[in-house]
């Protein structure tokens, strides 16, 4: 039988964390974003991300980010690094990254994620 999507809508301002009960596989989601967070940090010295809220819950796009501080006027920017699909964790088009309705304003850092992940593969029940 067809596995039927159940519409589930999330808030504009969630993260990772808040959707995590919903997504399909929730430890491979996290895992994955997580590798791509860590190439940012590698890069960058720095990476958060966040997610998609126009898109499927169950596994939704992500924009993967890193700040910079600005030596001289010691004021951070966000810049951001790639987009991600949910669903095959593949670079999307640059173009997604511009429509910024589509991007929750809440971030999580890498150590945020790390400790997500943590929580999903031992939950405490």
């Known amino acids: 039988m067809a596995r039927r999507a159940v519409l589930v809508s999330m808030a504009a301002d969630s993260t990772i964390a808040d959707v995590a009960q919903t997504l399909d596989n929730p430890v491979e989601y996290?895992?994955?974003?997580?590798?791509?967070?860590?190439?940012?940090?590698?890069?960058?010295?720095?990476?958060?991300?966040?997610?998609?809220?126009?898109?499927?819950?169950?596994?939704?796009?992500?924009?993967?980010?890193y700040a910079l501080l600005d030596p001289k006027t010691k004021q951070t920017s966000v810049h951001p690094d790639a987009a991600y699909s949910g669903s095959?964790?593949?670079?999307?088009?640059p173009r997604h990254i511009e429509e910024a309705r589509n991007w929750s304003p809440e971030e999580m850092?890498?150590?945020?994620?790390?400790?997500?992940?943590?929580?999903?593969?031992?939950?405490?029940?």
């Open 30 to 65: 996290v895992r994955r974003i997580l590798e791509k967070l860590e190439r940012c940090r590698r890069a960058h010295g720095d990476a958060q991300v966040r997610i998609g809220v126009r898109g499927r819950v169950e596994c939704p796009n992500y924009l993967i980010e």
């Open 88 to 93: 095959t964790h593949r670079e999307l088009a």
């Open 109 to 125: 850092n890498i150590t945020a994620v790390s400790a997500l992940i943590g929580r999903l593969r031992n939950p405490r029940d």
